[in-house]
Antibody
């Protein structure tokens, strides 16, 4: 089955760090650019980060630049999002999504990150 | 950054009626525009890409049109399963890929 499965979310204090993972299966992971997109409670979608097929090129929204890092392991079909210096406004469901170059055509179910003391 | 603006914020439609959703870009995105549907508790689902191409498995009642800065998603005859929030997204110039704020289609 073609799917993406996120993990690693949870409750974290402001200023803390968290690493999200996204396990891909059922397709050739190394053929696709991958994205992270988040959605704050009751709000719309916000693109967070993207990574090239090889992992050499990474891209970030201004809201997370310098605090988040994206990486991938094509040998284990896993995408990561390392989040540091977390703030309340980072509270959201984080989705990983496969980039088809024409939009994101496959999404995970998401993992909830709550930043609160 | 390209800003995407959707209208209306909420659209009240009766089942079987036609729904027309709008999306405007702050600068041209050519035809590099996608539409997504999101239901409560679910991830977004790609409906339309490249302005007017339906994604795999999407019913023909969904259609997209437009170019440059003005885009439209039309649902020709609303079914019960179509009541949801719809987002447009540009992928012409990124980073960042940008989404509209969403249009909620609700039962009238």
């Amino acid at each position: 089955e073609v799917q993406l499965l996120e993990s690693g979310g949870g409750l974290i204090q402001p200023g803390g760090s968290l690493r999200l993972s996204c396990a891909a299966s059922g397709f050739t992971f190394s053929n696709y650019v991958m994205n992270w997109v988040r959605q704050a409670p009751g709000k719309g979608l916000e693109w967070v980060s993207a990574i090239s097929i090889s992992g050499e090129s990474t891209y970030f929204a201004d809201s997370v630049k310098g605090r988040f890092n994206i990486s991938r392991d094509n040998s284990t079909n896993t995408l990561y999002l390392q989040m540091t210096s977390l703030r309340g406004e980072d509270t959201a469901v984080y989705y990983c999504a496969r980039d088809s170059r024409h939009g994101s055509d496959l999404w995970g179910q998401g993992t909830l990150v709550t930043v609160s003391s | 950054e390209i800003v995407m603006t959707q209208s209306p914020a909420t659209l009240s439609v009766s089942p079987g009626e036609r729904a027309t959703l709008s999306c405007r870009a702050s600068q041209s995105v050519r035809n590099n525009l996608a539409w997504y549907q999101q239901k409560p508790g679910q991830p977004p689902r790609l409906l339309i890409y490249d302005t007017s191409t339906r994604a795999t498995g999407i019913p023909a009642r969904f259609s997209g049109s437009g170019s440059g800065t003005e885009f439209t998603l039309t649902i020709s005859s609303l079914q019960s399963e179509d009541f949801a929030v719809y987002y447009c997204q540009q992928y012409s110039t990124w980073p960042p890929q940008t989404f509209g704020q969403g249009t909620k289609v609700e039962v009238k």
